[in-house]
């Protein structure tokens, strides 16, 4: 039955289905996407192409909620909510009413209007354009060329406000449903990943990070992204081998492509009074040798921060292997030298550096990794892009 139903179908309609069902999944994937920046538990996003199209940066703009509810929720919903409108009156399972065909042509207009402005906020307040944002942009306009056709009344038509209020309620709950459903999304979303309860602390670590002494840090000694006349400057003390770091890297690293314009020093401080002077406990000199890779990668190579990040990334092979059988593997995918990294690692300059930075961090009251500093000030979760997000907001 249903099959006959669909067979009779026009063209149009079909096509409108598909365009809208594409833009649920579009923003489903968005909402998923904006979830994993603003915990920090994503990776690299395969939208995030450059600093100028990039979807990091976009969900870590302020314009990316409303009232703590995601825009990408709400988009899914809203066009759930149109899909089953377009569903229910193509199959013939909703009265073909003046109503129903006016409320789908107000979906549609809203959002087409809503793609326009919020495409102009990114481009303008923004600056820069989210790639799978603008798929969304595109299809609200082709929804709306397809749906403005199919969804057509006649003059003869008799429509009343009133109607929404009496018989033709069923409309109005429908979209009365769409911010209702999205705040219980987002709610239960934010409740998963413990959100609601972190964005109560935040202004507490803001306060701290504003009343705390300013440190002149060598931005010399360690690995830096080079950017020239940056906004801000964050640096950060990490240990290879900390699972908090591991963590830290990931969220910093998403951090970093939604703001270039942020000078990234990092900072290896292992903890391992073997190569930092600053612990007494000596270790297995692993910690140090990790340390050593990463600034020897960013000596021979410019590779300092790639491999920081691969390094973390593969931190539990670390706790079975030797450092030292990973410099194929590193020749391989930097085209560093082997025989040349491991001269660097075992050089006593390289040790010496390690010591410096152990010895500045000291000063400048490292007591654990990872330690974050934005503009010379200590901020704590300064490893959070909420916090980091509105330190710089």
């Known amino acids: 039955m249903i099959k006959k139903i669909i067979k009779t179908m026009t063209k149009k309609a079909k096509l409108l289905l598909i365009?809208?069902?594409?833009?649920?999944?579009?923003?489903?994937?968005?909402?998923?996407?904006h979830y994993s920046v603003k915990t920090g538990i994503g990776g690299s996003s395969i939208c995030s192409i450059s600093s100028k199209l990039n979807c990091d940066a976009a969900a870590l703009s302020s314009y990316s909620e409303l009232f703590h509810i995601p825009v990408a929720v709400l988009g899914a919903v809203f066009h759930l909510v149109l899909f089953f409108f377009v569903l229910f009156l193509s199959l013939?399972?909703?009265?073909?009413?003046?109503?129903?065909?006016?409320?789908?042509?107000?979906?549609?207009?809203a959002s087409a209007a809503v793609s326009l402005v919020m495409a102009a906020i990114s481009l303008v307040l923004v600056k820069v354009a989210c790639p799978f944002c603008l798929v969304t942009y595109v299809l609200s306009l082709v929804n709306l060329a397809l749906g403005w056709n199919l969804i057509t009344t006649s003059p003869k038509d008799t429509f009343?406000?009133?109607?929404?209020?009496?018989?033709?309620?069923?409309?109005?709950?429908?979209?009365?449903?769409?911010?209702?459903?999205?705040?219980?999304?987002?709610?239960?979303?934010?409740?998963?990943y413990r959100l609601d309860e972190m964005?109560?602390?935040?202004?507490?670590?803001?306060?701290?990070?504003?009343?705390?002494?300013?440190?002149?840090?060598?931005?010399?000694?360690?690995?830096?992204?080079?950017?020239?006349?940056?906004?801000?400057?964050?640096?950060?003390?990490?240990d290879f081998k900390c699972p908090h770091c591991r963590d830290a890297s990931k969220s910093i690293g998403l951090f970093l492509n939604a703001h270039p314009d942020i000078l990234f020093v990092f900072k290896p401080f292992p903890l391992d009074g073997s190569?930092?002077?600053?612990?007494?406990?000596?270790?297995?000199?692993?910690?140090?040798?990790?340390?050593?890779?990463?600034?020897?990668?960013?000596?021979?190579?410019?590779?300092?921060?790639?491999?920081?990040?691969?390094?973390?990334?593969?931190q539990e092979k670390f706790y079975s292997i030797d450092p030292k059988t990973l410099y194929?593997?590193?020749?391989?995918?930097?085209?560093?030298?082997?025989?040349?990294?491991?001269?660097?690692?075992?050089?006593?300059?390289?040790?010496?550096?390690?010591k410096k930075s152990g010895e500045e961090g000291t000063r400048a009251g490292v007591e654990g990794t990872p330690t974050i500093y934005l503009n010379g000030k200590k901020l704590p979760w300064g490893h959070v892009p909420e916090v980091l997000s509105q330190a710089v907001q």
């Not at 194929?328 to 390690?354: F, H, M, N, W």
């Open 328 to 354: 194929p593997e590193i020749q391989e995918k930097y085209g560093l030298d082997t025989k040349a990294l491991d001269d660097c690692v075992r050089s006593a300059e390289t040790y010496e550096s390690l």
């Open 19 to 33: 365009t809208l069902f594409l833009d649920v999944c579009v923003f489903i994937y968005l909402t998923m996407h």
């Open 199 to 238: 964005r109560k602390y935040v202004p507490e670590k803001l306060a701290i990070w504003k009343a705390s002494a300013e440190f002149a840090f060598d931005l010399n000694l360690g690995i830096s992204n080079n950017v020239m006349n940056p906004k801000f400057t964050l640096v950060e003390y990490a």
């Open 160 to 192: 009343e406000i009133s109607g929404y209020f009496g018989e033709y309620k069923s409309h109005l709950y429908g979209l009365i449903t769409i911010p209702v459903v999205a705040w219980l999304v987002a709610g239960m979303i934010s409740n998963h």
């Open 275 to 314: 190569c930092n002077p600053s612990l007494t406990q000596k270790s297995d000199g692993s910690r140090c040798e990790l340390a050593a890779i990463a600034l020897c990668s960013e000596k021979l190579a410019s590779k300092g921060l790639e491999v920081t990040h691969w390094l973390f990334e593969n």
């Open 92 to 109: 013939g399972w909703a009265e073909s009413s003046t109503y129903i065909k006016k409320t789908i042509r107000i979906q549609l207009i």
